[in-house]
């Protein structure tokens, strides 16, 4: 392969570096080429932009390919803990037996959210979207902790500020939803494990011992595992941009938060989930709602299909097909939006719009069902997803602070008004 690219520009030959990838992508490195050249490139939405090098995640979009530091996302899901996922994104290898001890140990220790916190919650309306009280609760957090505040302190200190956020979201999470429904808070239980402790604070009330089946808990483990990175997608490019100012860990995950929020991104889940009731509700006619999708004047898309990267189907999107069908058989749920999902996807696939425009289901299209099954309300989907993406975005975080990456600061061509006189405003 040419190690470099040639470039002709008003009669000049410029030759830019190119790179290679473990993964043999390819790029051409432009970081030298408005000094060299004057010429910026544009690229609205970086659909062909490389951001930064990284060793966290893997993706193939045609081959439907997810690593997660070399590991397949099938094996992952098939065989690890959310929290083991954790310690790889984050650290870099699969943890010994003592490296998870002592990981789930620290994390277990930092559950518990500062009591003064808690009148935040209750100055929130009922029915306040989770996902603005976890954003602000988050960023809150930087105010409790003023040791946070400096990202680049000792490795101990990060490591501590990394944990508290880790142990802290699913509390902040399963508060956020007990606070809109106006329940009382379930304080966090050290002796539940990650997954089945976030279900207690979810739906454990205080005048009863609380039961979960096994399958419940699994299937969680199996979605956060599945939601824990993405490479460099919307609210990931959101936390490194955040984080390159050398803003706090808290702030620059709030910003991330509310970038998954965007119905575009992770917000999908929600509205794949209010889309496939509105069609049953309307009759079941998948056939119309394909048509509208199809139709350029119809504002109305398909949630849930569609992807950047992915230009054949989202590997996350197979494995979260087949647990539906076994989870809801497992509980002996019958839901119809699983039926029409399916109609849906049928008639989309065959369907020469979708096929032209390499249209598949994503990560968002069957999740919703499943968190359904599960008992949790469509409003705290998305906060599902962030639960499942923090060990991604921290270490996503983490890998562009310690390599030194520069504050993030775009480019753009100005095409508005040309220089030009103030006019007096008697005369305008
Ligand atoms: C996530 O990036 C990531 O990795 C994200 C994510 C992660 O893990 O972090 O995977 C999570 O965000 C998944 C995506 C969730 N969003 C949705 O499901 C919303 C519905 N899908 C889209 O709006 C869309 O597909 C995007 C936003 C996902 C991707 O948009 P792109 O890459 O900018 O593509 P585009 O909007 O330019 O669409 C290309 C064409 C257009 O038609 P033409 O102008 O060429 O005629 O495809 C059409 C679009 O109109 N199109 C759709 C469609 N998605 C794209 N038409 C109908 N229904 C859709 N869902």
């Known amino acids: 392969m040419s190690e470099t690219?040639?470039?002709?520009?008003?009669?000049?030959?410029?030759e830019l570096p190119v790179i290679q990838g473990t993964e043999n992508e390819k790029a051409i490195d432009i970081s030298k080429l408005r000094d060299t050249t004057g010429y910026v490139t544009l690229d609205s939405g970086y659909k062909n932009t490389g951001a930064t090098k990284s060793k966290i995640t893997f993706l193939d979009g045609e081959k439907g390919?997810?690593?997660?530091?070399?590991y397949s996302i099938e094996?992952?899901?098939e065989k690890a803990t959310f929290l083991e996922v954790a310690y790889l994104l984050i650290y870099g290898e699969l943890p010994t037996q003592t490296q998870l001890d002592a990981f789930r140990n620290s994390i277990t220790k930092h559950t518990l959210v500062h009591e003064d916190m808690k009148q935040f919650f209750e100055a929130y309306p009922a029915k306040a979207?989770?996902?603005g009280v976890l954003a602000s609760m988050v960023c809150s957090m930087a105010t409790f902790y003023p040791e946070s505040l400096d990202p680049n302190r000792s490795a101990e200190a990060k490591d501590l500020t990394i944990h508290r956020l880790i142990a802290k979201l699913p509390t902040l999470a399963a508060w956020s939803y007990k606070n809109a429904i106006r329940h009382p808070f379930m304080y966090p239980k050290n002796d539940f494990d990650y997954c089945k402790n976030f279900l207690y604070m979810m739906f454990g009330m205080p005048t009863e011992d609380f039961k979960v089946d096994p399958v419940v808990v699994e299937a969680l483990n199996k979605l956060l595992i599945l939601h824990a990175d993405h490479e460099q997608n919307?609210?990931?490019?959101?936390?490194?941009?955040?984080?390159?100012s050398n803003a706090n860990l808290y702030a620059t995950i709030s910003a991330g938060i509310s970038a998954l929020w965007g119905p575009l991104h992770g917000g999908a889940n929600q509205e794949v989930i209010e889309m496939l009731e509105k069609i049953h509700n309307d009759g079941g006619d998948v056939d119309k709602w394909v048509a509208k999708a199809k139709d350029k004047e119809d504002?109305?898309?398909?949630?849930?299909?569609?992807?950047?990267?992915y230009k054949n189907f989202d590997p996350r999107a197979k494995i979260i097909k087949k647990a539906c069908d076994d989870i809801l058989e497992k509980l002996g749920v019958n839901d119809p939006m699983l039926d029409i999902a399916k109609k849906l996807e049928k008639v989309a696939l065959e369907d020469e719009y979708f096929k032209a425009r390499n249209l598949y289901p994503n990560v968002d299209f069957y999740s919703g069902i499943i968190y359904k099954a599960l008992g949790i309300p469509t409003e705290m989907f998305t906060v599902m997803f962030a639960l499942g993406r923090l060990p991604g975005?921290?270490?996503?975080?983490?890998?562009?602070?310690?390599?030194?990456e520069p504050i993030g600061r775009p480019r753009q061509i100005y095409t508005g008004a040309?220089?030009?006189?103030?006019?007096?405003?008697?005369k305008r």
Do not use: D
């Open 5 to 14: 690219a040639k470039l002709e520009l008003e009669g000049k030959v410029y």
């Open 65 to 70: 390919i997810l690593h997660y530091r070399g």
């Open 75 to 77: 094996q992952l899901a």
């Open 129 to 131: 979207h989770p996902m």
């Open 234 to 244: 919307c609210s990931t490019s959101t936390v490194r941009i955040v984080g390159s």
């Open 299 to 309: 504002p109305f898309r398909l949630m849930g299909f569609g992807h950047r990267v």
């Open 393 to 404: 975005w921290v270490a996503q975080w983490k890998e562009m602070t310690e390599n030194k």
């Open 418 to 426: 040309t220089s030009r006189e103030y006019v007096p405003i008697e």
